[in-house]
């Protein structure tokens, strides 16, 4: 007799795996806003693998327009817009790294 039970088992499990993973890179991106009077929110931007945290950047928005208009383009742009930020926070290291490197003094204003 040919054990049918385990073949279905095995099929149901790579499916709902497929699917798991699916929704879990859908929800990598996350934004949501909160209010912190009429006019002024706190929107917070954030990106997660595996259910950790590895990019999060909040502001404050002036209106609850301006808070919809951030959540919807981080959604959409995220993956635009995050290499951007780590290039932007990155280089400055990365010229003072490189002037160093070639004997010149980091000035402070």
Do not use: H
Request: some cysteine; proline content about 2%; aromatic content about 6%.
């Amino acid at each position: 007799m040919i054990c049918y039970r385990g073949i279905i088992k095995s099929k149901v499990d790579r499916t709902v795996k497929g699917e798991l993973r699916e929704i879990q890179d859908e929800s990598a991106v996350r934004a949501e806003f909160i209010p912190l009077s009429e006019k002024e929110f706190i929107v917070k931007c954030k990106i997660v693998e595996n259910n950790v945290t590895i990019f999060e950047i909040q502001s404050l928005a002036s209106s609850r327009e301006q808070a919809v208009r951030i959540v919807e383009n981080w959604e959409k742009d995220a993956n635009l817009i995050y290499p951007k930020v780590l290039q932007m926070i990155n280089q400055e290291k990365l010229e003072k790294e490189e002037k160093e490197e070639n004997g010149e003094q980091t000035r402070l204003c």
